[in-house]
């Protein structure tokens, strides 16, 4: 069993593992212990890893089968893996905006690993927010009433048409006409399968409305939970190097990709986990 170090970097969420590397230290006692530092964490950090595409991918199969993207190419040899590049001259960037990754699939991913490939030196950083402490932080009264509400999640948003995923230069997407019908429904509060605990489970990227409610109250209500899920308290924020990883769980944390380095380029690499259906 290797040895390595957890460090906790802010009172919300997020870890620092030290200690390890990531392509040769996979023995089951470690796996085993990273899934656990995970389900308490949230993200999980890792720097200087010396990582391609095929490592990353083994690395991600010791947690669970890896996902695709249905609505983004992927790369040529490995169609697991998705290269979330930024070009200098982009307007947008991919996974800007505060969001959980896929919500639009009835059984939306377990969780990311993303790898620094190229990274500009200044700007560029990650926030995440944790999901869990925004439901504790709410009121008695509010948890009560949003206990049996249903969202109603959908791609359209940021692949249909104009949606902001596809105003990239950089990124190509795919299947628009299945975007625009992409409908699905999950819980506005979700169980965590592996701790129990209740995160708040709807996010500005992909969350269309709240079922069974009038417009007007669905982005009323919608609009309280986009702004309380961020709130400072319940974030930490990640400076990329190259060769740095985060891992984050998609059941319980949103992140935000921050565009401040326009002119500069950006590339990353990104696979999934599949997860289950939210309850």
Same mark, same amino acid.
């Given at each position: ?42 993200? !999980? %950090?890792?720097?200087?890893? /010396?990582?391609?595409? @095929? ?9 669970? &089968? =890896? ?59 990650? !926030? %995440?927010?944790?999901?869990? /402490?925004?439901?504790? @932080? ?9 206990? &049996? =509400? ?69 982005? @009323? ?59």
């Amino acid at each position: 069993m290797s040895v390595f170090t957890i460090t906790p970097v802010t009172g919300a969420l997020g870890a620092v593992v030290e200690g390890i590397d990531l392509v040769r230290d996979l023995d089951d006692d470690t796996v085993a212990r990273l899934r656990a530092a995970f389900n308490e964490n949230h993200v !999980l %950090f890792f720097r200087d890893q /010396a990582m391609g595409p @095929a490592d990353q991918v083994a690395f991600g199969r010791r947690f669970g &089968p =890896l996902g695709s993207h249905p609505y983004v190419e992927a790369n040529r040899e490995f169609p697991e893996v998705l290269d979330l590049i930024t070009e200098p001259d982009d307007r947008v960037n991919f996974g800007g905006g505060w969001h959980s990754d896929v919500t639009f699939l009835e059984e939306p991913d377990l969780g990311s690993i993303l790898y620094a490939v190229d990274v500009p030196p200044v700007g560029g950083d990650t !926030l %995440f927010a944790n999901q869990e /402490a925004a439901y504790d @932080a709410l009121s008695p009264t509010m948890q009560e009433m949003l206990a &049996p =509400l249903v969202a109603i999640h959908s791609a359209g948003k940021q692949y249909a048409g104009a949606g902001y995923s596809r105003q990239s230069k950089a990124m190509i997407t795919k299947n628009a006409d299945l975007a625009a019908d992409s409908d699905v429904e999950h819980p506005v509060i979700r169980t965590h399968p592996e701790t129990g605990r209740k995160a708040l489970f709807v996010n500005r990227a992909h969350t269309a409305r709240i079922k069974g409610m009038h417009a007007g109250e669905s982005e @009323a209500l919608l609009e309280f939970l986009y702004s309380h899920a961020v709130k400072e308290r319940f974030t930490c924020r990640f400076q990329w190097q190259s060769g740095s990883v985060a891992m984050w769980d998609n059941r319980s944390v949103q992140h935000h990709a921050i565009h401040d380095y326009k002119g500069q380029r950006r590339q990353m690499r990104r696979i999934t986990i599949q997860g289950d259906r939210p309850v």
